[in-house]
């Protein structure tokens, strides 16, 4: 609902997100019932409040609508149960240095010290009748086999490394992801920037706008990427061997 009327308005979401000060990588995900970006429950229904103004729907029918398609409105903190201002406060009460009792542990810690210094000097010689060599026997069997170490197995090689090269037209919103799923780039490539990842055996690549870029992959160009405004995901694998 969000989407159909940001386009109704003829808006775009560059234009939604200097308006309201939210990502346009949120908006694009609040646009696709995704809120996994925004942080919490409290935070999804702000920003739905703010995007629901900022494109001329009604902020509190908008917030009833998330709210009951996410579980219902948040329950309202009493203020008895954050602040208890009658629980009383205990402080210790500061006392003043026993300079007496620190007088007698300082004579008593020299007393000693210096007992240790009188009878320390017989203790001075070192006594080696009661060292015990060492038994030179091997504690594992002579007849034992020595094994070795197992070998670690050799990791699974990758199919091939495939390289994706974007250049933008014009700003717009670009999810990049490899293989297993990690985060390549996510976010707006500014128009005129061009950027370039690689990563082992497949690139997933999400664009909100196909007709704002162009894209080669494995040094060759794609065609028939999207038209103007076309929200299009495209998966790349390694270029295939030639044959001889």
Not at 32 to 48: K, L, N, T
Not at 92 to 98: A, S, T, V
Request: glycine share 10%.
């Amino acid at each position: 609902m969000l989407a159909a009327a940001r386009q109704s308005a003829g808006l775009t979401v560059t234009q939604v997100s200097a308006a309201t000060n939210i990502r346009e990588a949120i908006i694009h995900c609040i646009e696709q019932d995704d809120y996994g970006q925004c942080g919490g429950h409290f935070y999804a229904r702000g920003h739905v409040k703010a995007l629901a103004k900022a494109v001329g729907l009604d902020p509190e029918a908008t917030v009833h609508l998330y709210d009951q398609q996410n579980g219902g409105a948040p329950q309202p903190v009493r203020a008895a149960a954050v602040f208890q201002a009658d629980r009383k406060i205990h402080l210790p009460e500061r006392r003043g240095p026993n300079w007496t009792m620190a007088l007698g542990v300082a004579l008593a810690i020299v007393v000693v010290f210096g007992m240790m210094r009188v009878l320390g000097g017989a203790s001075d010689q070192v006594r080696t009748g009661d060292v015990r060599v060492a038994s030179a026997r091997p504690s594992v069997p002579p007849n034992r086999p020595i094994t070795e170490s197992p070998k670690p197995t050799p990791s699974k090689k990758s199919k091939g490394m495939v390289t994706v090269s974007m250049l933008a037209k014009r700003s717009s919103y670009v999810n990049v992801r490899d293989a297993e799923g990690r985060k390549l780039f996510s976010g707006t490539l500014k128009a005129g920037k061009t950027s370039v990842w690689r990563a082992a055996d497949q690139v997933h690549v999400l664009l909100a706008d196909a007709g704002a870029v162009t894209l080669q992959v494995n040094g060759k160009k794609v065609k028939k990427l999207g038209g103007r405004g076309e929200t299009v995901q495209r998966s790349f694998g390694p270029p295939k061997p030639q044959s001889r």
